[in-house]
């Protein structure tokens, strides 16, 4: 194995668990929304979870997902529920 593919596979494997916990992280939170509604820290949680999986998405070249989350970033206000988020990776 070469010395340099070890970093970079740790690496890949960092972003993939990082993302499942952060999907995880932001279904839960939605979860929690549909059946009790959000409280100010609660949706500040949301907006940062959502913030750091659109950065995971742009830092690992998938702007197309990284799309998808930021409407749900942008959709999610004081006013209105967010809508459901994007499917889960596979």
Not at 9 to 22: K, M, P, V
Not at 39 to 62: F, I, P
Request: charged share 30%; with cysteine; net charge positive.
């Amino acid at each position: 194995m070469r010395r340099d593919a070890l970093p970079r596979s740790s690496a890949r494997n960092g972003y993939t668990e990082a993302e499942s916990l952060l999907v995880e992280a932001c279904e839960a939170i939605r979860q929690l929304n549909a059946k009790t509604g959000l409280n100010d820290m609660q949706k500040t949680g949301l907006k940062d979870r959502v913030t750091s999986l659109v950065q995971l998405y742009e830092a690992t070249g998938r702007p197309e997902k990284a799309a998808e989350w930021k409407k749900l970033l942008a959709s999610i206000s004081d006013a209105a529920p967010p809508p459901p988020a994007p499917q889960r990776p596979e």
